[in-house]
């Protein structure tokens, strides 16, 4: 998307992407470095969170790494504190990063429930309180959630999972609210079935029962969401707030 003249759309930007050390993530930080922005990856996993920022700097990108779990507020806050130490600004917040602990309701234990409500909305809420005073001051910001096709049509075995990620759109669309006045805005992206490390396990079974459930008849490519996310942080979409965007090849459609 870089500008005709081959200048680049997130020139001097500074986005954090939680999550960024595989799948969804790393593609979002990948294209964002591609387009100037310099990346703060923030990941559990360090030792792949360093691949990352080393695959951004051989292509003349500028990335740091903050081994952070997304679930602590305390680390989040330290996160953003050392990011506007360094850089003044926080520009871009992409919260990506999620687990799930599948199980029917009737065998899930209370700890795969709070696990994934602390990560996948929990670590929603803690990284965007760390990063709004900055933006509020800039009167700039620009916010992507990562919820999911399963948090709109729900999934048998995955009532956390799914209540973490309609969680996540209720959210989004209050946050939207509250500081769109401020030049700030708050979006979710939905992905449908992507081919991740999330579900590269899954049975082969499971697979083609999900393909055969989708209208474009395959899973998406983490690239895929990545440009999505990429216009929801752009000028382009100064306009563009509260939304849910569906990136899912057909699987659920807008009514
Ligand atoms: P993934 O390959 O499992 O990557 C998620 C990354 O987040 C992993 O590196 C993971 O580390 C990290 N992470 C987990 N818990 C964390 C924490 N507490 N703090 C910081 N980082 C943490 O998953 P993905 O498929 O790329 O999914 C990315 C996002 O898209 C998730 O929010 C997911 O729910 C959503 N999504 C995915 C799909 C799909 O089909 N793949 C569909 C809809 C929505 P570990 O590996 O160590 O846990």
Not at 107 to 135: C, H, P, Q, T, Y
Not at 169 to 189: C, D, M, P
Request: charged share 25%; with cysteine.
């Amino acid at each position: 998307m870089a500008r005709p003249g081959g200048e680049m759309i997130f020139k001097d930007r500074v986005s954090i992407v939680t999550g960024a050390s595989q799948g969804i993530g790393e593609s979002i930080a990948l294209e964002l470095s591609r387009e100037g922005a310099e990346i703060i990856l923030v990941d559990v996993q360090k030792e792949k969170l360093e691949e990352v920022a080393q695959k951004i700097s051989k292509s003349n990108g500028k990335a740091a790494v903050f081994c952070a779990d997304v679930s602590r507020m305390d680390q989040a806050m330290d996160v953003a504190e050392k990011v506007v130490q360094d850089h003044k600004k926080i520009d871009h917040l992409v919260n990506n990063a999620g687990i799930t602990r599948d199980n029917l309701l009737m065998r899930m234990k209370e700890e795969e429930w709070d696990s994934v409500l602390s990560v996948n909305l929990k670590g929603v809420f803690n990284f965007s309180k760390a990063v709004i005073r900055n933006m509020i001051g800039n009167r700039y910001g620009r916010i992507v959630n990562i919820s999911s096709v399963v948090g709109l049509m729900g999934n048998a075995g995955q009532s956390n999972y799914a209540a973490s990620k309609a969680g996540v759109l209720g959210f989004t669309k209050s946050l939207a609210r509250e500081v769109a006045a401020r030049g700030i805005t708050v979006n979710a992206v939905a992905p449908g079935y992507i081919a991740t490390p999330m579900t590269e396990n899954l049975p082969d079974s499971v697979k083609n029962m999900f393909v055969e459930l989708i209208p474009v008849k395959r899973f998406g490519t983490p690239d895929e969401i990545a440009h999505v996310v990429k216009f929801l942080l752009s000028d382009d979409a100064a306009y563009i707030t509260g939304q849910v965007i569906n990136v899912n090849g057909g699987m659920v459609m807008s009514p």
